[in-house]
């Protein structure tokens, strides 16, 4: 076993070493962080020195900027030698921007951070470190010449994400950027948003459709998916000219459909579909589009308690309603909020429940029928709890060690 | 009622509606777009019902998507010289410059390169790898996210341009601990951790205990050991009078959460690894949405050049393409074969930490039944 000498943990220790190593990031044929950090007034020692002692230099720090309770991240490094404040900022829906919007973000960044962004973490866009003298002002330059506001950190209305939708997208089957723009500004929503009053975050996400590109499926507290009723609709005429120009093979469409719903009768050159079994898959639809669009009869699905962090391990989302619009679930979401909000203070929920957590606390059809008031009408599926991590003794690592090796000689080549 | 002009702060001043965001070609039809076509891996044309045309090309952004605004700017610039002046952020951190002809789209995607930025990304393809920020700013953080990033993008580049064709889709996430902000839905998915229980700093955990061994008697469980999801961390009161905490590693899962609450938990830095976990995605194709499940519970977390995490991704993937039928993501592909042939095929040691799971019944959407 080799013996490390134990230094400090400082920036100062580890700080040329690491310097050292970030050399090799800059180089390779994919855009490098590195560089595009080293372009800025980023204080890249800390990264640096995290990367040569194996381990973060960051901590929670603290900040405070007037009658603002949410929205960024304070951090100093553990030997206190670099602090940084970050910004969140709330998004438009479908994170479209015009390049006007967009050159008066970067002057933004320009004028009170480092000229560095994250230009989409799972909180959306991140203004790297606004120097903590000018945060205050930054706050009124964000609100009066952007025209958004610091986003959302901590315990309250996160960042709440649509897909392109209507905007962009041929298969949107509602307008989940209204969507969000409407939930956004619901009255209790918004009241929420500005302080930190639950028990964890809350996250709700709108796909426009089952592809759902948002992954509202497991990462939000609220996910809205748009769907259709029954059977795709067939045009049966473009099919069968895309059939003839060999877009479209009709036998394989029908072989692919996960649910055995397509049947294509060869003689009349028609292709059939049972919507009583359609899941949904959006298979043919991607294949032979315009010929097979969703049905018309539009339909939102809602899941509820889907999230990655939690007390007990992500989950996936559990099925709630399928409802015309978003409108028609506010009532729910509120009653969630609140419900989950009052089992704290009653005990029941710690702090960094999710949503998630407090469903499965109190059960699913205890949630649904007695806190909701509904009829419980799907039964979730029940799953592993997903985590991550292992606790391991030396030589179980060992031999997980000796397995990598081996792919590393045949993918590397023997080490000399 | 406070007359302090600040306090109007407390009413956000959010960017609705979306429209007033918008470039004005896509303002002017939205909810009108009927059809799409695809020029090649990177660029997509939309058409819309009134004979204007979108296209969009789709550009590959550094790990953890971090970004100078020098280069941001001359992605603007960019666009508002051969674009309509707008580009979207995706949810996976790659920017879509818009336009509105072929050849100025085949255009960006030269000026792009030349920048040294790869356009790729859609159909079957590397569609992003998905880095939280780890050591960049996060206090959790076991392995570095976005450096494994970089060296994955470095090999792996060909499989986003498409250069080399993928069976289906593919998605990576990376995450730093085993908080895995990357989620449980993409087809690999990477994440830090110990490889053990966790330890601490002695002195500094204090700074996440009561002072007072009083507290306790009152019945206050500090924050670290109340999320604590198994009961591995146990608080106690000492004959002087302080608080000492233990961690029972027979009982702890790696989770990660108390380390989540209180910075002073701490971890032997040689034992640091990452799990892989695949077969996740939201999507409700193919078998619909799944969660990513743990395979592999530690390889070695290595810098600068990560070699195990690099070895052990391409084998996956490898094994993937030589098995997979076309359109079936790696998910898919497990779902059909089984999870014992995936292990099989990979020669896979089975372990506690790794045991083969059948998911039983379907996600997402599907338990609604037939809508
Ligand atoms: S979720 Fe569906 S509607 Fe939304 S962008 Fe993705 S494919 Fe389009
Ligand atoms: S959408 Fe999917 S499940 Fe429905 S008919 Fe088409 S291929 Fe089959
Ligand atoms: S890592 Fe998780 S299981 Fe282990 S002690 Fe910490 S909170 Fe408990």
Redesign the pocket.
């Known amino acids: 076993m080799q013996v490390r000498v134990k230094k400090p943990l400082t920036v100062d220790e580890y700080a040329k070493q690491g310097m050292e190593m970030l050399k090799y990031y800059e180089s390779g044929p994919w855009p490098s962080h590195v560089t595009e950090l080293k372009k800025t007034k980023y204080p890249i020692e800390a990264y640096a020195a995290g990367l040569a002692a194996g381990k973060t230099m960051w901590a929670a720090g603290s900040a405070k900027i007037r009658y603002v309770y949410t929205g960024f991240i304070a951090r100093r490094t553990r030997d206190g030698k670099i602090s940084e404040l970050h910004f969140r900022v709330w998004q438009p829906s479908g994170y479209l921007y015009s390049t006007e919007k967009l050159r008066k973000l970067m002057d933004f960044a320009d004028k009170y951070g480092l000229g560095l962004l994250e230009i989409a973490g799972q909180q959306g866009l991140m203004i790297i470190s606004i120097r903590p003298e000018v945060a205050d002002e930054a706050v009124d330059y964000l609100r009066n010449v952007v025209g958004t506001d610091i986003g959302a950190t901590g315990d309250t209305i996160r960042e709440l994400a649509a897909?392109?939708?209507p905007a962009l997208?041929e298969?949107?089957?509602y307008d989940?950027l209204e969507a969000r723009d409407r939930f956004m500004t619901h009255p209790k929503i918004y009241e929420w948003m500005s302080n930190q009053l639950f028990p964890f975050k809350f996250k709700a996400k709108f796909?426009?459709?089952p592809?759902?590109?948002?992954r509202a499926v497991h990462r939000a507290d609220f996910g809205f998916i748009?769907v259709w009723v029954g059977a795709p609709e067939v045009d049966q005429e473009l099919l069968r000219k895309k059939i003839e120009a060999g877009e479209v093979d009709p036998a394989r469409l029908a072989a692919n459909c996960p649910s055995g719903a397509i049947t294509w009768d060869p003689e009349k050159k028609e292709l059939k579909i049972d919507g009583t079994r359609c899941k949904k898959s959006m298979h043919c639809i991607r294949a032979a589009y315009p010929a097979i669009k969703p049905g018309k009869e539009r339909k939102i699905a809602v899941v509820v308690g889907g999230h990655v962090k939690g007390r007990f391990g992500g989950k996936m989302g559990k099925p709630l309603a399928v409802v015309n619009s978003v409108e028609e679930a506010m009532d729910w979401v509120v009653k969630t909020v609140e419900s989950w909000t009052e089992y704290m203070e009653k005990g029941v929920v710690k702090h960094k429940d999710r949503i998630g957590d407090f469903i499965m606390k109190v059960g699913f059809k205890k949630y649904v029928t007695e806190i909701l008031g509904l009829k419980e009408e799907k039964k979730p599926t029940l799953h592993p709890s997903l985590r991550a991590g292992a606790v391991l003794d030396d030589e179980e690592r060992t031999m997980w060690a000796n397995w990598a090796s081996k792919l590393v000689e045949e993918y590397f080549g023997r080490r000399p | 009622m406070t007359a302090d002009p600040v306090a109007q702060r407390l009413q956000k001043r959010l960017p609705v509606p979306y429209t007033e965001w918008l470039p004005e070609l896509v303002r002017r039809n939205v909810g009108k777009w009927v059809d799409r076509r695809f020029h090649g891996y990177g660029i997509i044309e939309h058409i819309s019902s009134t004979g204007d045309r979108v296209f969009t090309v789709k550009v590959g952004t550094p790990p953890n998507f971090r970004m100078s605004t020098e280069t941001m700017r001359k992605f603007i610039d960019i666009a508002d010289k051969l674009g309509i002046g707008g580009i979207k952020i995706t949810r996976n951190g790659n920017l879509e410059i818009l336009t509105d002809s072929l050849d100025k789209a085949v255009k960006i995607k030269e000026e792009v390169e030349k920048m040294g930025f790869p356009v790729g990304g859609w159909g079957p393809t590397l569609w992003s790898i998905n880095s939280c920020t780890a050591f960049l700013t996060c206090t959790t953080a076991v392995v570095d996210a976005p450096s494994i990033t970089k060296v994955l993008y470095d090999h792996l580049k060909p499989y986003f341009t498409g250069e080399v064709k993928l069976p289906a889709k593919l998605r990576i996430n990376v995450s730093g601990c085993p908080s895995s902000c990357g989620g449980f839905t993409s087809d690999i998915n990477i994440v830090g951790h110990y490889g053990d229980a966790p330890t601490y700093d002695p002195e500094r955990v204090k700074l996440c205990l009561p002072r007072s061994a009083k507290a306790l008697e009152a019945g206050h469980v500090p924050e670290v050991a109340e999320v604590c999801p198994t009961g591995a961390i146990k608080v106690y009161g000492k004959p002087d009078g302080t608080v000492g905490l233990d961690v029972i590693r027979s009982k702890c899962i790696a989770c990660g959460r108390c380390r989540d609450v209180c910075d002073w938990m701490d971890f032997d830095e040689s034992k640091i690894g990452v799990a892989i976990l695949v077969g996740g995605k939201a999507s409700n194709t193919g078998r619909g949405s799944m969660p990513s499940i743990q395979v592999i519970p530690w390889v070695p977390a290595i810098p600068p050049e990560y070699r195990e995490i690099v070895a052990v991704v391409k084998k996956i993937i490898d094994v993937w393409r030589a098995n997979a039928r076309e359109g079936e993501r790696i998910g898919d592909w497990i779902a059909r074969v089984g999870m014992e042939q995936f292990y099989k095929l990979l020669e896979i040691p089975v372990t506690k930490w790794n045991k083969p799971v059948a998911i039983s019944g379907e996600f997402g959407i599907r338990q609604f039944g037939p809508i």
Request: hydrophobic share 30%.
């Open positions: 897909c392109v939708g997208c298969f949107a089957l989940t796909s426009g459709c592809f759902d590109c948002t748009g």
